[in-house]
């Protein structure tokens, strides 16, 4: 069985309920439990546990403390995770305060945009110009990087990235960005999805 | 054949490409020139438009105004959609002011907030206190909804939008909505997009 985008999401939303449920004072937990809370079926739980070979006891189910710690090591949640954003518009903007990131472990170490009356090297997450980009991407070793300039730009920032080092973009553009063999590539089309929820919702109400 | 949510977020995409070979001073547009802007075969950009009834000339493409008008009829966006939003924190208040949506004829009517000192009745899109969210959508017979809330509030949140006539919800709060038939739901959970991206940056560098 291979690891799939979907399954690792599913992890991530059990590990946001793991940690309500350890808030709780909850000491075991059932794949029951975390079924509701990621909206799946419960067998699909304990199949995306044992392909990272996580078996629970049938009985008494899982430990709280043993599972948030072993999906927090798939997910590489034991390091901390830095990230750097191109595009300091509104996306970017969200993104570089988005408490939900840091309660995580995501660290966005740097915002990059060629607008120079938007740098800001003292805020708490510096804001620096796009030309530095490349060099900082390197000397920080990071790994990660989110487009959030507009789609004429994506594609130029994108190059950038990839070579500097980054491996995996999450990409807000609305654009294709021609993409190699060992970069990943995740895109969120947020005028897409509304588009496609309004098609749907209109399809739906023609048919009655 | 039917529709699904990626062949609408593909026409999307050919309507973003489309405007911009308009603004170019194109006429005419063929399946080659879509694909490469959406990043698909041609051939799935014929096969799109075939499910629409949308033929082109082999030799001679499509027109570009007529595909236009096509595309948008179908995306129904002759009409201006508008949509809500609950939750006025980082990402709420980025979707108000996002410049994608407008462009595309997205109009955000209201964006609602339970922090009395984040109304603002008067701005260029009113934020309101969460109570009015019921009333608004009712009298404004708005369909489409997003929600932005932490994710403690979020069920609470949906309940209300379905109760007062919302069809189709865009969700990003990290946790999963307990839906029914008629209500379509998309979500969108940026934490988790993330550490599935970093999930397989850390997988391929492992493999090395």
Not at 3 to 21: D, F, G, P, Q
Not at 37 to 55: E, H, Q, W, Y
Not at 119 to 144: A, E, F, H
Request: hydrophobic fraction near 45%; aromatic fraction near 6%.
């Amino acid at each position: 069985m291979t690891v799939n985008k979907n399954c690792i999401i599913r992890l991530s939303k059990y590990k946001n309920a793991l940690a309500k449920l350890k808030a709780l004072g909850f000491v075991k937990v059932f794949s029951d439990n975390l079924a509701d809370a990621a909206g799946v079926a419960s067998s699909l739980v304990r199949k995306d546990f044992s392909i990272f070979g996580i078996t629970g006891n049938k009985k008494g189910g899982y430990l709280v403390d043993e599972l948030i710690e072993k999906v927090n090591d798939i997910l590489g949640k034991n390091d901390i995770q830095k990230v750097v954003i191109a595009g300091a518009g509104n996306i970017g903007s969200a993104l570089m305060k988005y408490a939900g990131f840091e309660k995580e472990g995501l660290k966005v170490s740097a915002v990059f945009d060629s607008d120079p009356s938007k740098t800001d090297k003292n805020g708490p997450v510096p804001i620096l110009p796009i030309d530095s980009m490349k060099d900082y991407i390197k000397q920080n070793k990071i790994r990660i990087g989110i487009i959030c300039v507009p789609d004429v730009s994506a594609s130029g920032v994108f190059d950038i990235m990839v070579s500097s080092g980054i491996k995996g973009v999450l990409n807000f553009a609305p654009v294709s960005l021609k993409t190699q063999e060992d970069i990943i590539v995740e895109n969120v089309n947020l005028v897409g999805e509304l588009e496609s929820l309004i098609y749907f919702v209109n399809a739906s109400k023609k048919m009655k």
